[in-house]
């Protein structure tokens, strides 16, 4: 079971940067493939990015691809996601998740990180 905590979010203006982070602990976290979700009050949480245990693969929703950018460092146990060229749409909680196979079910969610992006 991993334990994750997010944190980095703030009110930014668009066309801003931010960058969050999520620290895990409580298993090998560098096994798991990790990911960034966001949620908008009434609207399901979307998956925003992934990346697998070695960062050889990522992937990206359609409405992130060229702004955001995830990574990690396995020995700091940590998940980075550096959102550029930031947009009002893209304001949401944002929270990351792990999982040890693609086949498996997400694991628990954290408190999450709220970004909003206003003027």
């Known amino acids: 079971q991993v334990q994750l905590v997010e944190s980095g979010g703030d009110l930014v203006q668009p066309g801003g940067s931010l960058r969050l982070s999520c620290v895990a602990s409580?298993?090998?976290?560098?096994?798991?493939?990790m990911g960034w979700f966001r949620q908008v009050p009434g609207k399901q949480r979307e998956l925003v990015a992934t990346i697998t245990s070695s960062s050889r693969i990522t992937n990206y929703a359609d409405s992130v691809k060229g702004r955001f950018t995830i990574s990690r460092d396995n020995g700091k146990n940590t998940l980075y996601l550096q959102m550029d060229s930031l947009k009002p749409e893209d304001t949401a909680v944002y929270y990351c998740n792990a999982k040890l196979k693609w086949s498996d079910p997400w694991g628990d969610w954290g408190q999450g990180t709220q970004v909003t992006v206003s003027s």
């Open positions: 409580g298993s090998i976290v560098r096994l798991y493939v």
